[in-house]
Structure formats: C-alpha cells, structure tokens
C-alpha cells in the first residue's frame, strides 16, 4: 500500500540566504523577466522563455531576441537543448497556429521552421504543439495536442510520428532502459520506442493505483529509475524496484486548493526541485520532502531553473516570479530552520530583520538552524513569530522558559511576545495544538541571552581604578591641549579677520579708485570729443586722436584691475546675449584699423562664412580679443603682419591671432599667463606693460569653459589659439538680435544738434518753460561740467550730495534727477530708494551715474527704482538721450492720463507706462472727490490735506502725472460726473449742477462747455 506522509511541521524547511544577484526590468527597455519556464544551456547562460521574446542572459546584460517579423509579444513554450548546440522552443504569436523554432547558443538570431518541411505540413500545422523534450541520443520528441509523439532529426527535421494513440501528453520523461514515462490528461502511460506500444500504470492489479483518469501534470526518472510524478495537491514517487506508489502531499493554504507544478528539476547530486503557487520544494534523494524559505522574494514563483554549468558542485537556483524578477541562488548554503518563523524582532524600538549582515552579532543561528539571540538587561525585547508551514491547527501557545511560569495560549497564526529581562539564559518555547486536545510534542526554541551592565561584572572594580587613573592624566593633557588648541584658533581667527579685514579694504580700495579715475576720465573723454568738433588742423586732430586712444587705453586697464578682482572674489559672473560671435570679433578687429595704419602693420581678418546667432558672453568675449589684438600690435615691428581667423566648429568658437613679432622663447611659454610675468623684466625693455593682460585672458576664458593657448618660434612669431564653447539657440526667441553691437560709447555730432524738445516747452511751470532737472554729484568739476552742458537744454538745480539732493527735491520736485552712485552722507542707492517711497517725489525719474558698472550695481540701482544706469565714463551724448527719453516718458503719462476722452472719472487708469503707485494716487484723489462733491469745504487745500501734501506740492505733482493743475483737476471730476449723470436723463440741468459741486447754473454751463466743448443742453437732447 501507499505509504503517506501529511503535511505540516513534518516536513523540514531549509532556509535560503540572501540573492547572489538581483535582476528586475530596465525602465524604457521592452524586456520581460516573468518567464513561463527556464533552462540553462552550455555556456552556463539561462533562457526565459517569456511572452514577450526569448531572453539570454550571460550574467552580465539580458538580451531579449525574436523571432523573424516579429518585435514584441511572441510568447515561447518550455526550451529545450539539443547536442548540437541549438535550443529549441515553441513559438506562438496570438491565436496562429504554434510553430517550432530554435537558436543558436553562441547566436543572436531564432530560426523558425519553414512551413514548406514535411514536419510543419504533415504534422505541426496540422496538430500544433504540446510539449518537446530531448532523449539520451539527441533526438527531438514532440508532443501532439490529441494526437501521440513524434520523434525529429534535428539536423535533418526527418519526422517519425511513432505514437498515434488520442493522448494529450503534458509532460515525459526518458528511463534508464529506454522507456519513456508520460504524464497525461487521463493518467500516467509508459511508451516503448522499440515496439511503440504504451502502457498505463499500474501495470499489475496488486499494485498500488492511482485513482481512475486522474490527470498527471508532471513526470521525471530518476538515474536509479525511481519515478516522480505530480497529482494534484500531492508529488506520487514510484519505486523503481517493486512499482510500488509513494505518496506525498502538499501542504494546501485552504481545503479549496489545488497545486500542481508542471516541471521536476533536478541539481545533478540526486534532489529534484519544483514550485507549487509561493511554495518552493526540494525532494532529496532519500524521498524527504524540504521546503524552501527565501529571505526574499516573498511574491509568487512563476519559474524554476537548477544551473549547474558554471560549478556542478555549486549548483544555482534561478527563480523567476509574477513581479517580473529574477534572483540567483547558492543551492549549497541551504541551511533548516525549525518550525518557529520569527518575523521580526524589536530591541529598545529598533527593529532587527533576520537575516541581515549588520544583525549577525544580536541574531543568530547555529548549523543546525537554531536561533539565538543576545540582548543587554532592561533591554525591551517584543517577538513577532509565526509557524513556518500552513496549519489546521489555529491554536498556538509560547513561553519564555526562566521566566515564565506557565504557558500563554493563543488562537492565531501571528503571535506577539513582549519582555524586559535581567540578565541570564532563556529559551523562548513555541507550541501547537494537536487534533485529540493536547499539545505537539515537537517544540521550537529561541535561545536568548540577556547580557548583564558592565558595573555588574567581576572584573569593574579593577578597570574602573585603571580608567580612573588613566583618565585623571588624559584630562590634564586634554586641558593642555585644548589650551594650546585655543590660542592656535585665537590666532587663526585673528589672522582670518585681518584677511577679512584687508579684502574689505582692498573691495573699498578698487571702488574709490574706480570713482575716482572714472570721473576725470569722463571729463577728458567728453572735453576731447567736444573739441574733435571743432576747426582744428591736421596736427590737432591727430593730437585728439592720442588723448582719446590713450583715456580709453586707461579705462581698458582700470576696467581689467576691477575684473581681476571681481574673478579673485568670485563675484565676476557670465552675462549671456544672444548675437554672432564671429561678426562680433571682425567689427572688435576693425576698430583696430587705425592703430595698425599707424604703426605700418598690415591688419588682416578672415572670418568664417558659416556665422550665426548663438548665446555667449559679448562683453568678456570683447576683453579677450581685445587683449590679444593690443599685444599682437604692440610687439610687431613696422612693415609686419598681424592675422585674425575665426571659425566655427561644432558649437565652439575658435579665434587664431598670429603675428610676425618676435616670438617667445619656448621656456617661457608656460609661463606668459601668470599675473605680473614679461618676458623681459628688465628696466630696459622695448615693450612696456603691466603683466596682467594674458592672465587676465587665460582666466577670463576659464571662467566661459574655454581654453587659450600659444604656438610661437623666437624671430618668427606667435600664434595664440582661443576656443570658447557656444550655447546653441533652441528655441525661437523673440527678441531683436543685433549682429555685434559696438560697446563703446555713442558717437554723436555735438550736444546742440540733439532734437528740441518742442513738446516739453509747453509744460505749465511756473517762470520757465523748460523742464527742471536735478543734477546730485559730489565731484565739483564734473558737477560743474553737467550743469553748463545741460543748462542748454533744461534749467538746472545742484547738490553737492546725496542729502543735498534729497531736500532740493522735496522742496522743488524737479523733473528729472541725474545723481551720483558713490557720495558722502547719502549715497545714490539711498537717495533713489528714499524719492520713490516718498508720495511728494515717487513721480520723478532719476538716472544714475556710477564707475561701478558690475552687473550686481546695475541690477541693485534698477531694483531701487532708477529709470536708467549710465556707467561712467559716459559720453555726455548719451547722457542727453537718456534724460530725454524718461522726460518724454512722463510726458507720455501725461497726454494719456490728460486726454478727456480717457475718462478719468469712470475708468481707472490702465496705461502700461504709468507707475502702479502713480495710478494708486490718482485713484485716490478721484475716490476723495466723488465721495465729497456736495461739500462745500472741497477746495485745494482740503484735497491737499487729505494726501498729507502742501498746496505747492500737490498742484507740482499732478501737474507732472496730468499737466494739470489741482483746481482743474477737481473741475475735470466734477464735470465728468456730470456728463454720466446728464447722459441718464434722469435730473435736469440745475439739479445736476448741484449735485456736483456747482451753486451756479451759469457757471456750470460755462465750466462744462469749455472742457467737452458743447453746452450740457445739447447732451440734454
């Protein structure tokens, strides 16, 4: 009879360490990893068979092939490999009919069998396929769905259909005499290749049976010829001996269920290995059923693959599962573990997973699978545990052995345990109920080992003495120490703020230099243009020419010291704009023109045909050449060559400045980029210079991620090399693009051929008919300078400060104010930021004037609320503009905000250019008005008092916003009202004059006709 073995805590478990490896599908990639079945082939590489490709991996990188028309959903059957190196697989693709394919092992290409071969005519388009499978000899079997086995040539496809009985074979397995065994829908058959007859099992009536047309799943022979075979819930083993019939049943999660698997796997020592839903089982040699516990995965398992390639003493386990993830296995560190399953273990909240490497010191377990686990005392210990294998039982109990003094009882699967222990030796016991009413006698334990504090130990007293000892002497030398330590930080310190100290003092130095040398060069600069305006001979314009190259030779190097210092503090950034960069270097080129005339050198530029529009930074780009062209001009003799070439190469811009000079020694190449280095240093050089213009291009073009080099021979000449990166224009910007702007000053004729500002002249200011502009600058001279320049053009107010400045204007209100960046007292930042808060002057627009023209400057004074920033030294041209340009801007407000049509009354003030807070104003006074237009006391003073504003400096400001004065201000909202009340129809003529403001009909009427234009009787009709 069968001998039967029930499942439960009989069958031992075995636990699994961690993955070897770990694979999971790349995002982006079509590749599929939950494979239906498995194999491994000579090389020790896997397949998956998946429904989505064939995939190889080598162990290094998954690599999915398909079959030939195909590119993704071709789903493949169990492969098989042949002897000759070729694996072989079903393939399918939707509802088609299957078609056997193979590949090549060492290959990257699937074959598939052409329909026109006997084998796909006769038999595989006509039956399909079930199952391949390939014997001792080498040879392909294929199960037909229905319709028996055939035997293939797999080198010549000759097919020999041998068995033709109506059988659907799930799976077969080749014996050690030749017999195949198959596993079927309607049992388990035997097959005779020789007489090609079959058999059912069993073969004799005193034999073991199984139950009548139960369906087998799965079949394999063993090499002693014992046969496994898979029922469902149970694995059936035949003994090869006497035939007869062993059974094993599944441990099955409900009464419901049914497992089966379709696959036995053997490891080459004697142990099959197959997978039922989550469960992993091995059956050893000696018939022991083991489960396998994972560490990880906990998912269910789709397949199986023992590989055995690589080390046949270390076999693999390849696990694939439903979350489209393969893991590997080392199948010889397989350890049992007992029938306790402890979850989780949680010392003082610190939760300990089994398992992990960094837990092995505080859990661990012996050869033998025993836990143990070593905590301190007064340590709080919580246990979560469970049974390992599924049970009918749901009665459970647990006692700490040594502590406890009886059991505690339990009627779930998931038990909780807590403890706070002193110090000693436990054991944590786990029981189960049995049927009859009593308790298993297999018993699972955790040993526990609870640590007691140090000071409890014998040995304490005499460390402590030794520790006290040695303590005492360590904190002597650590009081010395962190004295010393102390006055090494003091002095660090110390020296840490004097070095603050000094860049502050350096940063203070380089601005008042800057302010300093800035401000008389944008006297001279201007005094020499004036005078290039006027009659002078030959000799006096050449002469103007030298002043002009050498103040602007002097601005270069002022504008280098401040750059190199701005590149030292990290403070110099790249300001990107959008233009050609090629037609930027050949315009810096021609502004070197006459220079190179001068001084008989032939100048020459060859631009690169292939220009464009790209983001890079023009100013930085300018100081560069500008520096390389000034030196290639300067050491090159009369009646020599200097060349521009500029070209293009894949987004980088390349610039080669090659002249005839006389060259650089080749020892001192590395170093003509250092600060402060030339080649001659002597007292009696040719060349003079500062050696800083190559250090100030090697580190400004660092700074933009480019690279400069030099290429010179003595007596012949140097070639200087610079390449910049450039940023492409992505996308369409909608903006002007120039070329390659010029950047130095506005040339203008003179400051008399500027255009009259005719419509300014009719602004109601009271003794001059010319706008008042401010002038704030605390140097004399140039204040002196602005005043008789702009005196021409406008009449003209100075301060001497920023202060000053700020008195002169709420006592004036001015039209405009030009000021001054750097002054004592109140700088300009101040000053603008102190106008604009201010309701009596937030109107005015102010231009600032300052030698610091780093971006941060310009950015701050704009955000302050300056309307414009004009960076010394400046062209008084410009200067000019820029004043007209922001007089006619408040000109603008006031057309737009004076037209009667804008109906100020009714509508508020939505023009783009006018300033939020000027529209608040305006508003407000418009609000004021409406809400008092029958009282009597509304006049201008009273107006004025509820702004807080003088009558002078109300009727200043509204005639700057509106160029009106206060009185017509409040008529205008008066009789505004009146037309919306008049258009109503709703009063007659004296009752809304009344209701505005007016006593007088006759003044009404005559108020109201000189500003609409027409009697209030005509809107009447």
């Known amino acids: 009879m069968a001998n039967l073995i029930p499942a439960g805590l009989r069958a031992q478990q075995l636990m699994l360490p961690p993955a070897l490896r770990q694979l999971t599908e790349p995002s982006g990639v079509a590749l599929n990893l939950m494979a ?130 109506k059988l659907t074979i799930n799976d077969l397995s080749e014996g050690p005499d030749g017999r195949f065994w198959l596993a079927t829908e309607r049992g388990l058959y035997t097959f005779d290749p020789q007489t090609r007859q079959t058999r059912r099992y069993p073969f004799e009536p005193d034999q073991a049976s199984l139950p009548g047309n139960t369906p087998t799943f799965a079949v394999s022979v063993r090499p002693n010829g014992d046969v496994l075979v898979c029922r469902p819930n149970e694995v059936d083993i035949i003994s090869s001996g006497n035939g007869h019939l062993r ?65 046949p003493a270390h076999p693999r386990l390849w696990v694939s599962t439903i979350t489209h993830t393969l893991y590997e296995y080392d199948l010889t560190r397989l350890r049992p573990v007992p029938s306790l399953n402890i979850l989780d273990i949680s010392v003082n909240g610190t939760r300990l997973v089994e398992n992990e490497q960094q837990l092995e010191t505080r859990f661990q377990r012996d050869t033998t699978g025993q836990p143990t686990l070593q905590v301190k005392e007064d340590d709080f210990v919580q246990l979560r545990f469970t049974p390992f294998v599924q049970q009918q039982s749901t009665t459970f109990r647990y006692k700490l052995e040594g502590y406890d003094h009886q059991w505690t009882t339990y009627g779930d699967t998931l038990g909780v345990a807590t403890y706070q222990l002193p110090a000693g030796q436990y ?49 002597y030398r650590i009081a010395l120490r962190r004295q010393k330590l102390q006055r090494e930080l003091a002095h660090q310190e110390g020296e840490a703020a004097n070095l603050r100290q000094l860049d502050e003092l350096k940063d203070r130095f380089f601005a008042n230099m800057t302010h300093e040398l800035r401000t008389p060069i944008t006297l001279l600069l201007n005094a020499n243009e004036q005078l290039a305006h006027q009659p002078l001979d030959t000799q006096g314009r050449q002469l103007i020419a030298v002043v002009d190259r050498n103040a602007n030779q002097l601005l270069r190097l002022i504008t280098q010291l401040l750059d190199i210092n701005r590149l030292d503090n990290g403070k110099l950034t790249l300001t990107y704009s959008l233009g050609d960069p090629i037609a930027c270097v050949s315009q810096l080129v021609q502004a070197f023109d006459d220079l190179a005339t001068t001084k008989q050198i032939q100048l020459t530029i060859q631009p690169d045909e292939n220009g464009g529009n790209y983001w890079f930074d023009r100013e930085k780009l300018e100081a560069i050449v500008d520096n390389l062209l000034s030196n290639a001009l300067k050491f090159t003799p009369a009646g020599g060559r200097v060349s521009v070439a500029t070209q ?79 940023e492409a224009v992505r996308e369409p910007v909608a903006q002007e693009i120039t070329t390659a702007p010029d950047q130095r000053p506005i040339e203008l004729a003179s ?89 009596r002057t937030s109107h005015i627009p102010v231009v600032l004037l300052s030698a610091r023209s780093s971006h941060d400057s310009v950015l701050h004074g704009l955000n302050m609320g300056a309307d414009a920033y004009v960076e010394k030294p400046f062209k008084l041209n410009t200067l000019q503009l820029r004043i007209r340009n922001a007089i006619q801007t408040r000109r603008n407000w006031q057309i737009a905000l004076a037209d009667v049509h804008s109906k100020l009354l009714f509508s508020d003030v939505n023009e783009d250019n006018v300033p939020e807070k000027e529209k608040r104003f305006l508003a407000r006074l418009k609000h004021l008005l409406l809400d008092h237009l029958q009282d009597e006391q509304v006049n201008v003073d009273w107006l004025a008092a509820q702004v807080d504003l003088s009558r002078s400096q109300l009727h200043r400001k509204l005639t700057a916003l509106t160029g009106q004065s206060t009185t017509r201000f409040i008529h205008r909202v008066r ?47």
């Not at 071969?117 to 229905?146: C, H, M, N």
């Not at 955790?446 to 007691?452: E, F, G, K, Y």
């Not at 460390?463 to 040695?470: A, D, M, P, R, T």
């Open 975 to 1021: 009789l505004e009202k009146a037309e919306e009340l008049l258009s109503k129809g709703e009063c007659n003529i004296a009752e809304v004059a009344y209701q505005v403001g007016y006593n007088s009909q006759s003044y009404f009427t005559r108020m109201f006709q000189e500003h609409f234009g027409y009697l209030p009787t005509q809107l009447k009709l």
């Open 751 to 839: 400051p008399s051929s500027l255009p009259k500002l005719s419509h300014l002249e009719k602004l109601p200011t009271e003794g001059n008919p010319l706008p008042v502009v401010l002038v704030v600058e605390d140097n004399e001279e140039l204040r002196t300078y602005l005043v008789e320049q702009l005196s021409a053009t406008y009449q003209v107010m100075a301060a001497v400060d920023g202060r000053d400045g700020l008195e002169q204007a709420l006592a004036t209100t001015p039209d405009l104010i030009v000021s001054d960046v750097m002054m004592p007292r109140m700088d300009g930042f101040a000053l603008v930021g102190a106008l604009k808060t201010d309701v």
């Open 247 to 311: 059974r094993i049943r599944l441990p099955v999660p409900n009464l419901t269920s049914t497992l089966w698997t379709n696959a036995f796997l053997s490891d080459g020592l004697g142990n099959d290995y197959f997978s039922v839903g989550r469960m992993v089982f091995r059956l050893t040699a000696g018939g022991a059923l083991q489960r396998l516990e994972f560490t990880y995965p906990a998912e269910k398992v789709i397949s199986l693959c023992v590989g055995r390639m690589h080390d």
């Open 648 to 726: 293009r190469m894949n987004e980088r811009l390349v610039v080669r400045v090659q002249d005839t000079g006389p060259g650089i020694p080749f020892e001192e190449q590395a170093r003509i980029f250092e600060r402060f280095y030339q080649t001659d240093a002597s007292s009696t050089r040719a060349h003079g210079g500062t050696g800083i213009g190559l250090a100030f291009v090697r580190e400004l073009t660092e700074l933009m991620g480019g690279t400069i080099r030099v290429d010179s021979l003595v007596h012949e000449g140097s070639t200087f090399t610079l390449t910049l990166p450039l």
């Open 427 to 475: 054991r944590f016991l786990f029981n189960r109920a049995v049927g009859n009413g009593g308790w298993a006698k297999q018993i699972a334990n955790l040993s526990i080992r609870v640590q007691p504090p140090f000071w409890k130990t014998s040995w304490f007293l005499s460390i402590v003495v030794l520790l006290v000892g040695s303590g005492l002497v360590g904190l």
């Open 36 to 165: 239906w079945y498995m194999t491994e082939d000579q090389h020790g590489s896997v397949w998956l068979a998946t429904a989505n490709g064939l995939i190889r991996y080598d162990g290094h990188q998954p690599r999915a092939l398909h079959a030939p028309g195909y590119s993704q959903d071709d789903s493949y059957g169990r492969p098989v490999l042949t002897p000759d190196g070729r694996l072989w697989a079903r393939q399918a693709y939707g509802n088609k009919r299957n078609k056997l394919v193979y590949v090549e092992t060492t290959g990257t290409h699937i074959v598939r069998v052409a329909d026109t071969t006997r084998l796909a005519r006769e038999f595989l388009t006509k039956f399909g396929i079930s199952r391949l499978y390939v014997d001792r000899r080498g040879q392909l079997w294929i199960s037909l769905p229905e319709n028996g086995l055939l035997r293939v040539n797999p080198r010549t496809l000759a097919a020999d259909h041998v068995l033709t009985d």
